[in-house]
């Protein structure tokens, strides 16, 4: 091949955009890549804070947006969304004519690129692979573009060994850790004081930095869910509590209003953000007494920051958790105590001690650099564990 190689990164939403921008800086700076940027999903919705800006004022070139979010969030308006993405995604792949797609996660915009991408012969590397989110449709999403995908690059080594078990061969799948890791590193940090003046709120202590997304496959209806989160805040009257949106998921705007009544109600020690940009939300965790929610930063990103977090309910069930994650049932007794075991002197004492379970960090780099050597093809043989062969 001659000229650069071209590798074009999906991003939908803010958080897994903070993932991807150490990664995006080691494409942009390669002299043997050149970077393509899509943006969709959430990025481009007034409503979840038109992320989209904050790729450019970090200096990146917008190659392609892909408009697919519809406003209903319904299981049928996501469905849709995701059959828009894929028309969308077709002719932006079409116009760019990249050598190499790369993704990140399992959400639903996500999938819609690898299924179109699939169709257009253009090889996926795909980033985070191999994780189990069982409370979620994201998990079988997860799963799906790994086999649509021909390059893997894990977290962990568990991840890797349950992407071989999927039948990806092992030469295939890179366990470097989590790109998270590398933003923390990295970050120019906003102080206490630069948070305050910026959020207009005292950011008084305990402080709790909560994010809560609707358990798509759930038991309980992610509002009556989202109503024990609020019922247990509710029992910490001195607490500040910062909130981000939930995602784009179905059920989300149904969270977002009852949020909405909840800040109102609490404006003189309570904010909520429709995106507070990765430097402002990774400050906040770094500040905060606990992370509250079902974000999978309370499992990746505070327990590098070594920072009590409380994961709610099933949405990230059977993830690797560090000793700093507590996890607690969809229930206001549950979550509260929870809260009051994350405060006590004795766990606080404890997370110096906290171990990441997802790596050290040089991951962006190391996944630039085997961008640039693998084999731009979209046929790859099933791997069968049982006899260390290929089909």
Known sequence: MTGKRRICVVTGTRAEYGLLKPLMREIAHDAELELQVIATGMHLSPEFGLTYQEIVRDGFTIDARVEMLLSSDTAVGTAKSMGLGVIGFADALERLRPHLLVVLGDRFEILAAAQAAVVARVPIAHIHGGEVTEG???????????????????????????????????????????????????????????????????????????????????????????????????????????????????????????????????ERRARACPSLGQLRYSSLMRECDVLLGNSSSALIEAPALKKAAVNVGSRQAGRLKASSVIDAEENRTAIVAALQRALSPEFRASLAATESMYGAGDVSRRIAQTLRTVELTTVKSFFDIDHGRQS
């Open 136 to 266: 979620a449709y994201d998990e079988c999403f997860r799963h799906a573009i790994t086999k649509m995908s021909q390059w893997h690059f894990v977290a962990a080594e568990q991840y890797r060994r349950r992407v071989v078990q999927l039948g990806e061969a092992p030469e295939r799948v890179f366990n470097y850790g989590a790109p998270a890791l590398d933003l923390l590193q990295e970050l120019a940090w906003i102080d206490r004081k630069a948070l305050e003046a910026s959020l207009g709120l005292p950011l008084q202590s305990p402080l709790f930095l909560v994010t809560y997304h609707p358990v798509t496959l759930g038991r309980t209806s992610p509002v009556a869910a989202f109503e024990e989160v609020l019922a247990s805040l509710d029992q910490f009257p001195q607490a500040t509590v910062v909130f981000t949106y939930p995602n784009a998921d179905t059920g989300g705007r149904a969270l977002i209003e009852r949020l909405e009544r909840w800040i109102a109600a609490n």
